[in-house]
């Protein structure tokens, strides 16, 4: 195999990122030394064994996986900034925040053991739910700020694949 930038057009200059490639193929051209499922790039040293190190999470931490699609035209600080912006926190704590909800027995109040227990377990699917929709809007923002840069650089003639995963990560409460 052998690691080279793409060749471009008659003049063959190069461009883009470095990518993996089978001896004597233009195939598969992965931008990326571990991958998940492209088994026909090992022969090339693309493996699927991940780098792993051990991070202090102590409040805002995420997590994102996405595929080659997404890291062909987005920086990780472009990602990292997607993520950030539309994740949903509590501004004191780094806690996930509590919404608003239209819900009636959301921070509802009552004498009785199972009414305070509803509006508890409201409020909790509330929190979870605005979290949910953070982590889905994030996901959105990187898939649609990707596919925009797709279509300016070859003008929807081609697009990669776009997968994105993002994990909220909550630190434990004391």
């Known amino acids: ?3 080279a930038q793409t060749a471009s057009g008659s003049s063959r200059n190069t461009v883009g990122p470095y990518r993996v490639w089978l001896k004597g193929c233009d195939y598969p051209g992965l931008a990326m030394s571990r991958a998940l499922g492209d088994l026909s790039a090992t022969p090339a040293g693309v493996i699927a064994t991940p780098d792993l190190s051990k991070v202090s999470c102590a ?3 995420f997590v994102v996986l996405a595929s080659d699609g ?3 035209f987005l920086s990780n600080q472009d990602v990292v900034n997607t993520v950030a912006a539309h994740l949903v926190w509590d501004n004191t704590s780094g806690h996930a925040a509590a919404q608003t909800s239209s819900n009636p027995a959301v921070g509802a109040r009552s004498s009785s053991a199972g009414a305070h227990t509803t509006a508890a377990v409201a409020t909790q699917d509330a929190d979870m739910c605005a979290v949910n929709a953070g982590v889905a809007a994030a996901c959105r923002a990187v898939v649609d700020k990707s596919l925009d840069r797709w279509v300016q650089e ?3 003639q081609y697009v990669d694949d776009i997968t994105v995963v993002v994990g909220q990560i909550q630190p434990r409460l004391p």
């Open 59 to 61: 409040s805002r931490c």
């Open 1 to 3: 195999g052998r690691v």
């Open 154 to 156: 070859y003008g929807g």
């Open 70 to 72: 997404v890291w062909e």
